[in-house]
């Protein structure tokens, strides 16, 4: 089929519904509103479940509840309405609840603006919420991976009954490019052995977390960290380029990894020997990939549109073997190629 | 690379901005090139400024964000004053002077100068046209997308609204056609 062009956020909606999206659940905010706009003429034509809740924790709490009866549902926001969704998101990782969370992230803190960001990093990739547990966090860059990462995404939440989130960002979700929907309808399900769907014939389950007796809940949160050692080692995600000869290696991601790419050129041009690892994945973090690269003679640059979060993770992975700078800018301010350039000339220095 | 073009397209909201910027967009995808289109949104509104970016190429773009633009169309004064600082010397810039007073730019010699809101207004006979004429403008002076594809483009874009596509084409090659 030709390409299309579209917004990113279309190419989310278009990755869900082929996905088989079962029910969508919103609320209005910029720069995600194309998404429940789309969602709500598309979900009522396909005869689905569309509503616009009354608030963003409502709607993530209708993503739990009809993820538990085992359908596919999502929801998707923006920052400050992705802080109001986390007792939801928490509340399903305790329950081991696979639904899909979009977030398309803006300038904060607070009501901040509505500028593209990538600030919250820390809370989708360190908790958000409270509890001891991890979201499978993916960071598309472009409209063909809004498309294909959404598409893939309901699989892996409910391979390993985890939620997931789609960290995108403004720029990301707003821009249009061809995408190639090249992904077939999907179907059939594997069969849901856990889920509420009736128990007429069998026993009845029941999915909480609360957890109150003597060592239950230790014992489930133990049972959790296997689950997410599984996932560690199974679904780390990062795209190379231009890593093996590399002086200087961007660790970017989202966004701000097509800005670096394009200094990257512009460095190798140059004669410098620029690199980028960028992960897909930010949670699982793509810790083996950027250690492999990690030698004394080698420079990371982490490259984000805040004031610095990932470049934590990027620190953890190097272990004190290679240096890491850091380039970012903050509340919807963008990082130019041009910044990165001078920042890699810098560092060549 | 042979061919890497970055265009701002600017002007007052509701003259059409986006929609020219889309045209573009898909006119490069219909001459089997790579591009991007990214708009200003939100906090702009119907009397304000707005503005949409697209980049075409032939290679895999990185940025949709255009930090050393090669083409501007200013549709306004304001669009014009706010985007010329960005321009670089060899840039093409079209800027309409049915809004624009020509003789306040008048020592920017890399101006080209067309009364695109008349030209839409008395030529084509509807106002809203004016996006088109100026996309016209435009790729008579870079050649990249061509005439035949972003012909394509508007039959493409205005396939729910058919009634449409003559007007639009009508101005395109108006716009393309100005000496």
């Not at chain 1, 001891?132 to 993916?138: E, N, P």
Request: glycine residues 8%.
């Amino acid at each position: 089929m030709a390409k299309k062009l579209v917004k990113g956020n279309i190419a989310l909606c278009e990755g869900a519904l082929a996905a088989g999206l079962d029910a969508y659940f919103g609320y209005p905010i910029t720069p995600q509103n194309e998404v429940p706009a789309y969602m709500s003429n598309k979900m009522v034509s396909l005869g689905k479940a569309f509503v616009q809740a009354e608030s963003e924790l409502a709607a993530a709490n209708m993503v739990l509840g009809a993820c538990a009866t085992g359908k596919r549902a999502m929801t998707s926001s923006s920052s400050p309405g992705i802080s109001l969704k986390q007792e939801a998101l928490s509340y399903m990782a305790g329950m081991e609840i696979p639904g899909v969370i979009v977030n398309v992230q803006r300038g904060g803190p607070g009501l901040g603006n509505i500028a593209g960001s990538q600030a919250d990093y820390f809370q989708a990739v360190k908790g958000g919420g409270h509890g001891d547990y991890h979201l499978i966090v993916f960071a598309p860059n472009c409209a063909q991976e809004m498309y294909e990462i959404t598409y893939e995404s309901f699989d892996i939440a409910e391979k390993y009954r985890n939620p997931v989130m789609l960290l995108c960002d403004g720029i990301v979700g707003q821009m249009m490019e061809p995408v190639d929907f090249n992904k077939e309808q999907k179907t059939s399900f594997a069969k849901k052995e856990w889920c509420l769907d009736g128990c007429k014939g069998r026993e009845p389950r029941s999915i909480k977390s609360l957890l109150m007796a003597d060592g239950v809940l230790e014992q489930h949160n133990l049972d959790l960290q296997k689950k997410y050692e599984l996932i560690r080692k199974n679904e780390a995600r990062a795209e190379l380029y231009q890593v093996e000869d590399a002086e200087i290696i961007i660790v970017s991601y989202g966004i701000s990894s097509r800005i670096s790419k394009n200094a990257i050129k512009a460095a190798r041009a140059n004669g410098i020997k620029a690199g980028m690892i960028r992960p897909v994945t930010l949670w699982p973090f793509p810790t083996e990939a950027i250690k492999k690269y990690a030698k004394p003679a080698v420079k990371f640059l982490s490259v984000e549109l805040c004031l610095g979060q990932m470049v934590e993770d990027v620190r953890l992975a190097v272990n004190g073997v290679s240096s890491v700078d850091f380039l970012g800018r903050a509340g919807g301010g963008i990082v130019s190629d041009k910044d990165v350039l001078n920042k890699i000339m810098e560092l060549k220095k | 690379m042979k061919i890497y073009n970055e265009i701002i397209i600017a002007g007052l909201g509701g003259q059409g901005v986006l929609l020219a910027g889309t045209i573009l967009a898909q006119s490069a995808l219909e001459q089997n090139l790579k591009t991007t289109w990214f708009p200003s949104y939100g906090a702009e509104m119907r009397g304000g400024t707005a503005n949409s970016t697209v980049i075409i190429s032939d290679e895999e773009i990185g940025s949709p964000i255009a930090f050393a633009p090669s083409g501007l169309i200013a549709l306004n004064t304001l669009s014009l004053n706010k985007f010329l600082p960005r321009m670089s010397e060899n840039s093409v810039i079209i800027a309409n002077s049915s809004m624009i007073n020509a003789d306040e730019f008048k020592s920017d010699k890399r101006i080209k100068f067309i009364p695109i809101s008349e030209i839409a207004d008395k030529e084509i006979g509807n106002i809203k046209a004016a996006n088109m004429v100026a996309v016209g403008a435009l790729i008579k002076l870079t050649n990249v997308p061509d005439l035949e594809n972003v012909t394509k483009a508007v039959k493409t874009a205005f396939s729910k609204k058919p009634a449409l596509i003559d007007l639009n084409i009508k101005a395109v090659n108006a716009g393309y056609n100005y000496k």
